[in-house]
């Protein structure tokens, strides 16, 4: 069975930093693009960063300069590393594993940017 589970979340101030984990069970991280992305309040759910299996990383450009995505594929976790976090990035972050039409969601982890 296919599992995302994403940690890491919480609050932070603007201008703070925060490191966002995926960890990725059922034997799929080896063969599947992992990505990242965001909902907020009243929002569609929108793409922040991508990382195929060759580490290609692709950015929203909202993000570009602040925020690094990783993987580390001996312990199937994907990783968001934010930075200079603004107010607009408070949103429900998604942990996404795709391969062609397969594709698997985590359950969210909530990132609140506020003083």
């Known amino acids: 069975q296919v599992q995302l589970v994403e940690s890491g979340g919480g609050l932070v101030q603007p201008g703070g930093s925060l490191r966002l984990s995926c960890a990725v069970s059922g034997n799929i991280f080896s063969s599947y693009a992992m990505g990242w992305y965001r909902q907020a309040p009243g929002k569609q759910r929108e793409l922040v960063a991508t990382i195929t299996l060759g580490g290609n990383t692709n950015y929203a450009d909202s993000v570009k300069g602040r925020f690094t995505i990783s993987r580390d594929n001996t312990k199937n976790t994907v990783y968001l590393q934010m930075n200079s976090l603004k107010p607009e990035d408070t949103a429900v972050y998604y942990c996404?594993?795709?391969?062609?039409?397969?594709?698997?969601w985590g359950q969210g982890t909530q990132v609140t940017v506020s003083s």
């Open positions: 996404n594993a795709k391969r062609g039409p397969f594709s698997h």
